[in-house]
């Protein structure tokens, strides 16, 4: 499960041409959930930056801690807390890597998973329209969780899904029929990402230098001899 993000600034125009993005990208080094993330949506037919709550606040929530900041692919269509916003609010965030903790014999090391190339990824997520007064954001946000694949899964069992560029359009549109987007919700190719050590200083959400996602060993990738 995805519990931390690391969010650098990213030229959001080079993945969509045609966002509109009327208020920046929010940034930072260690974002944990119950704070402020940058989402895409589709407005009016096209897709627009906004501002969510990171946890899902559904109307008839009343325990802000009960509010998931992640909801597995598999139960989207069958639980209520997901059902609506998968069908109707799919949302993208943009981000340049995910933290997941490798579980040791003392200790758990952070690991910060990355494009292999450091470029942004596209994360996929449901939004629904602020409800309450839990909390002072008009609109919240679940990041989609997926099985890890075969270079992450030592590390982590889930991992968000990623949208490539190319579907990303799809992803948006509540048009797209549910078959097609269930489709895109698979873990990530082998190639794409890669994944390092970083400080512990990650485990503390109030750590925010940029110092937190600095690799400190080498960067795990999957070559082809892996694959025999």
Same mark, same amino acid.
């Given at each position: 499960?995805?519990?931390?993000?690391?969010?650098?600034?990213?030229?959001?125009?080079?993945?969509?041409?045609?966002?509109?993005?009327?208020?920046?990208?929010?940034?930072?080094?260690?974002?944990?959930?119950?704070?402020?993330?940058?989402v895409?949506?589709?407005?009016?037919?096209?897709?627009?930056?906004?501002?969510?709550?990171?946890?899902?606040?559904?109307?008839?929530?009343?325990?802000?801690?009960?509010?998931?900041?992640?909801?597995?692919?598999?139960?989207?269509?069958?639980?209520?807390?997901?059902?609506?916003?998968?069908?109707?609010?799919?949302?993208? =965030?943009?981000?340049?890597?995910?933290?997941?903790?490798?579980?040791?014999?003392?200790?758990?090391?952070?690991?910060?998973?990355?494009?292999?190339?450091?470029?942004?990824?596209?994360?996929a997520?449901?939004?629904?329209?602020y409800?309450?007064?839990?909390?002072?954001?008009?609109?919240?946000?679940?990041?989609?969780?997926?099985?890890?694949?075969?270079?992450?899964?030592?590390?982590?069992?889930?991992?968000?899904? =990623?949208?490539?560029?190319?579907?990303?359009?799809?992803?948006?549109?509540?048009?797209?029929?549910?078959?097609?987007?269930?489709?895109?919700?698979?873990?990530?190719?082998?190639?794409?990402?890669?994944?390092?050590?970083?400080?512990?200083?990650?485990?503390?959400?109030?750590?925010?230098?940029?110092?937190?996602?600095?690799?400190?060993?080498?960067?795990?990738?999957?070559?082809?001899?892996?694959?025999?």
């Open positions: 499960m995805a519990g931390r993000l690391h969010i650098a600034p990213i030229e959001l125009s080079r993945l969509l041409p045609d966002l509109i993005g009327e208020t920046p990208l929010l940034t930072g080094a260690n974002q944990a959930p119950r704070r402020p993330l940058s895409i949506r589709q407005e009016r037919g096209h897709p627009r930056l906004a501002t969510a709550f990171w946890g899902l606040t559904p109307p008839w929530l009343k325990v802000l801690d009960h509010a998931p900041h992640c909801a597995r692919a598999e139960n989207l269509a069958s639980r209520p807390m997901f059902q609506e916003a998968f069908h109707a609010r799919r949302c993208l =965030i943009p981000v340049s890597g995910i933290y997941v903790w490798k579980p040791q014999p003392r200790f758990k090391q952070p690991f910060l998973v990355t494009h292999t190339d450091r470029g942004p990824l596209l994360l997520g449901l939004w629904c329209r409800h309450t007064t839990l909390t002072a954001h008009n609109d919240s946000t679940a990041l989609i969780t997926v099985n890890a694949n075969a270079l992450l899964a030592p590390l982590t069992d889930r991992i968000p899904a =990623i949208i490539d560029r190319a579907s990303a359009t799809a992803w948006l549109d509540p048009t797209t029929s549910l078959d097609d987007v269930r489709r895109l919700l698979v873990p990530p190719p082998l190639e794409l990402l890669g994944a390092f050590p970083v400080s512990r200083r990650v485990n503390d959400p109030s750590n925010q230098d940029w110092a937190c996602g600095h690799p400190t060993g080498p960067m795990l990738r999957w070559n082809t001899a892996q694959e025999t």
